[in-house]
């Protein structure tokens, strides 16, 4: 009867082991790179139609304009140390790709607050509606990376 018990138990034990929530795998290297490469190419595209317009002369409040730029610097620098991180030994923070996204979102965020109807000049609507296609763009890319669960971490 002890042998059996036991022996219950033993299986009981197997199953609730393989039945433990597992971690989602990392997409392969080449995946993440790709997600890596729409998201900064997209963040500097988005960066450079912005820096086309002159704030003081083409747009009334160029709050939101700058707002954007700089959250899209701060994706960008988090792209950078994901990069940098490829190249060295010391592996990019954990967050990083949460600090992509979030830039990009907060930039999409403040270009989408620009009264475009009022603007005065077409190739600063221009400028602003392709700043707008780019950061969604990196924003996928962005968002990619993050559900991919990439890690620039070394050997992981």
Request: glycine content about 6%.
């Amino acid at each position: 009867m002890a042998r059996l018990i036991f022996m219950l138990v033993a299986i009981l034990g197997m199953f609730q082991t393989l039945a433990a929530p597992l971690r989602s795998r990392a997409a392969t290297d080449a995946q993440c790179n790709s997600f890596n490469v729409q998201a900064s190419v997209g963040i500097t595209s988005a960066l450079l139609s912005l820096g086309t317009i002159n704030n003081g002369k083409d747009v009334v409040d160029a709050t939101n304009i700058l707002q954007a730029q700089l959250s899209l610097v701060n994706a960008n620098n988090a792209i950078t140390q994901i990069d940098v991180s490829e190249f060295g030994e010391t592996p990019a923070p954990a967050d990083v790709n949460s600090q992509v996204l979030s830039g990009i979102q907060a930039a999409l965020t403040f270009l989408s607050k620009v009264p475009i109807a009022i603007l005065p000049d077409n190739s600063t609507v221009s400028a602003i509606v392709n700043a707008t296609s780019f950061a969604t763009s990196a924003q996928q890319g962005a968002q990619q990376l993050l559900d991919a669960n990439c890690s620039s971490a070394k050997g992981a």
